[in-house]
């Protein structure tokens, strides 16, 4: 495994490249008539496991064979231009040939610009990946020619079952409870001051494990439990976001924008009633209005057309309903050579959106900065995958967790709230609250 910074002319051997289909036995779907993501997700090792999966689609990988570490404003660049240095001297041969297969990076980056997390892009040694019913097997390795076929059961370590974490302690982030509601009427009057119209404010809370955390556990139980999210695990980053940055593929663009939110009941009767009001509030309407804005007129410079939703739909998930929008596009046609923009190119136009920042966005930025008393990290940046032309889905990383590389037992959850002027410290305290539970359910013993 190599580890670069973003000068190309440190590149190693060219990778050499196999996909081949794969006959991987796929579970009977669920009750509910999904498939199981844990047919991916079974395959992982315990270490520093990388996947990417939704509704049993997707990818899983692990190893390095290449490691590409980037930081500051020019992070999304200069990680793009060591991958097209990469793809450029590959030795590639893809029997399979669908988005997802040939070439693969995943990649997670810090939200913020002077973030130290910075970002990170790593090149697996293997791939496992499934798409409309098909499978397939990738390795990635450095040298000068290709092998013969590679066979599955030669490569998976067909790890024994994820361990549990055993009992699980709580305890106070960079603020208590009480302190960020502070932070929240911090928010609450700077945008009464005319200083931003809408911030983003996020809240940390620190998990110890009796043992030290298998990243497998808590990937199947998010799987399982929030189907229609994206789970998602890079280098020690790790959740199922709700919330799509941004897909691309063959010139066709996706962004699923969620902003305003309320917490279930647990009756289906109840839940109807709460998402009639949550689509009539006028409070969570306005945030969610910011939000689409923003993602649109981050893409309309790339499309030769758009289409925005007049008004939201109520997506459903077991612990919050949100206002949602899918934001689309047709990707302006290439002029002369110029190839479409990548999908790191357009994840990096949108990042930050107002959902996950404010607006508008470098005075919501700075008040974050001013006010959170904690570095973010990786949460709430882009966290995804992309192939050798560049297509590729970016998720932002949220109802996520921080795995300590210093300390295993240690896990960090994030949760991140949208203020407006009319938001209240208590009742964004609670939302914060909704939004912790997935994580906190991933990390639980019992059913």
């Excluded at 991916?40 to 315990?46: C, F, G, H, I, T």
């Excluded at 409870?177 to 005319?194: H, M």
């Excluded at 008040?367 to 959170?372: F, G, P, S, T």
Aim: aromatic content about 4%; some cysteine.
């Amino acid at each position: 495994m190599s580890t670069l910074t973003s000068v190309p002319e440190d590149l190693p051997h060219p990778l050499v490249v196999r996909t081949v289909a794969l006959d991987l036995p796929v579970r009977a779907p669920d009750a509910a008539g999904l498939p199981h993501a844990d047919d991916l997700l079974d395959l992982l090792p315990p270490d520093a496991p990388l996947a990417w999966v939704r509704r049993g689609d997707g990818l899983v990988a692990w190893g390095e064979t290449l490691r590409v570490e980037v930081g500051g404003a020019q992070r999304f660049a200069d990680a793009e231009a060591v991958w097209r240095a990469v793809v450029a001297h590959a030795v590639v041969r893809d029997e399979v040939q669908v988005p997802g297969t040939g070439p693969v990076a995943f990649a997670s980056f810090a939200f913020d610009d002077e973030s130290p997390a910075g970002g990170v892009v790593v090149v697996p040694s293997v791939v496992v990946g499934r798409r409309a019913g098909r499978t397939w097997l990738t390795t990635i390795s450095t040298g000068a020619t290709l092998g013969p076929a590679p066979v599955l059961a030669d490569l998976v370590g067909l790890a024994q079952p994820p361990v549990s974490p055993g009992v699980v302690t709580y305890d106070d982030g960079a603020v208590s409870a009480d302190g960020w509601r502070d932070v929240v009427a911090a928010g609450i009057a700077a945008i009464r001051r005319g200083e931003v119209d809408k911030v983003v404010l996020a809240r940390d809370v620190v998990a110890t494990t009796e043992r030290p955390l298998d990243a497998r556990w808590a990937l199947s139980r998010l799987a399982d439990r929030y189907p229609s999210c994206w789970t998602f695990a890079v280098d020690g980053l790790l959740g199922a976001t709700p919330e799509l940055l941004v897909r691309s593929e063959k010139g066709l663009v996706t962004s699923r924008v969620l902003a305003g939110t309320i917490r279930r009941t647990g009756d289906d009767a109840a839940d109807l009633a709460r998402a009639a009001i949550l689509a009539h509030s006028s409070k969570d309407l306005e945030e969610h209005e910011y939000a689409v804005t923003s993602v649109a007129q981050a893409l309309e410079p790339f499309c030769s057309s758009t289409n925005v939703p007049d008004v939201p739909f109520v997506l459903h998930l077991p612990n919050v309903l949100h206002l949602a929008s899918d934001v689309t596009g047709v990707l302006t046609a290439p002029v002369d050579t110029d190839a479409h923009p990548t999908s790191l190119a357009l994840a990096a136009a949108l990042h930050p959106t107002a959902a996950v920042c404010g607006t508008p966005t470098v005075a919501a930025r700075e008040l974050i900065r001013a006010v959170e008393g904690m570095d973010r990290a990786r949460y709430a940046g882009p966290v995804g995958w992309f192939g050798a032309d560049g297509d590729g889905e970016w998720g932002i990383a949220l109802r996520s967790a921080q795995t300590s590389s210093d300390d295993p037992h240690r896990v960090r959850l994030f949760a991140g709230c949208g203020i407006v002027a009319a938001s209240d410290p208590a009742a964004e305290l609670a939302e914060s609250e909704a939004k912790l539970e997935p994580m906190r359910h991933a990390l639980t013993t019992t059913p």
